[in-house]
């Protein structure tokens, strides 16, 4: 079974920074493609960023696009989330999310096989 671990959330002022880190278990990470999501108290869970398994395929969704970065390091066995210019409507538990597909940069939850168990970013006004 593949594990991922979620780490950086933590609290922020309104336009502050965060990078979310998230840690793959197994050989495989590098034929992965990954993506992070984000839950907000009492809304459905939404994309916020994926990546193809080279790097060469990236997506965001439209309310992050321009603040948040998303990368990885396949060496490491890790995907990143650099959030910056946060504001406090980014608040939300964000996950990161493993696809066995790793040609594509899947924006929907049930193209994702692998979840982590979130971690908290809160972003104070």
């Known amino acids: 079974q593949v594990q991922l671990v979620e780490s950086g959330g933590g609290l922020v002022q309104a336009g502050g920074s965060l990078r979310l880190s998230c840690a793959a278990s197994g050989r495989t990470f590098s034929s992965y493609a990954m993506g992070w999501f984000r839950q907000a108290p009492g809304m459905e869970r939404d994309i916020v960023a994926s990546?193809?398994?080279?790097?060469?395929?990236?997506y965001y969704a439209d309310s992050v696009k321009g603040r948040f970065t998303i990368s990885r390091d396949n060496a490491k066995n890790t995907v990143y989330l650099q959030m910056n210019s946060l504001k406090p409507e980014d608040t939300a538990v964000y996950y990161c999310?493993?696809?066995?597909?790793?040609?594509?940069?899947?924006?929907?939850?049930?193209?994702?096989?692998?979840w982590g168990q979130g971690t908290q970013v809160t972003v104070s006004s």
């Open positions: 999310a493993a696809d066995r597909n790793g040609l594509g940069y899947g924006r929907y939850e049930n193209e994702y096989d692998y």
């Open positions: 990546i193809n398994y080279s790097s060469e395929i990236t």
